[in-house]
Nanobody, 123 residues
Framework: QVQLVESGGGLVQAGGSLRLSCAASGRTFSSYTMGWFRQAPGKEREFVGAITWSIAYADSLKGRFTISRDNAKNTVYLQMNSLKPEDTAVYYC???????????????????WGQGTQVTVSS
């Protein structure tokens, strides 16, 4: 069982930045596929990005969002810059044991989910 705990959400003005963190349990974190997803009010949860051997992003977020990981700390990060009101959502991290090469944007590829952290961007 892998436990995921997100942190770093909050209220920020448009144009600002936030860094989300997701701390994971487990001794083999370096081999987890880690994903970030978000769910805006009234919308379905959507893919933000994922990190395995490489990093993938939703096309609409490339250039503003950056994913990184620190295997020594069992933590994955989501750096969000130039935030817009439409980025307002609950952000979730997700984990899958082992790396996958394809379909990293599909929610059903992930076995474990965090509780989410709220990000609100004011205009």
């Amino acid at each position: 069982q892998v436990q995921l705990v997100e942190s770093g959400g909050g209220l920020v003005q448009a144009g600002g930045s936030l860094r989300l963190s997701c701390a994971a349990s487990g001794r083999t974190f370096s081999s987890y596929t880690m994903g970030w997803f978000r769910q805006a009010p009234g919308k379905e949860r959507e893919f933000v990005g994922a990190i395995t051997w490489s990093i993938a992003y939703a096309d609409s977020l490339k250039g503003r969002f950056t994913i990184s990981r620190d295997n020594a700390k069992n933590t994955v990060y989501l750096q969000m810059n130039s935030l817009k009101p439409e980025d307002t959502a609950v952000y979730y991290c997700a984990a899958r044991l082992g790396f996958i090469r394809i379909r990293v944007g599909e929610q059903n590829q992930y076995d474990y989910w965090g509780q989410g952290t709220q990000v609100t961007v004011s205009s």
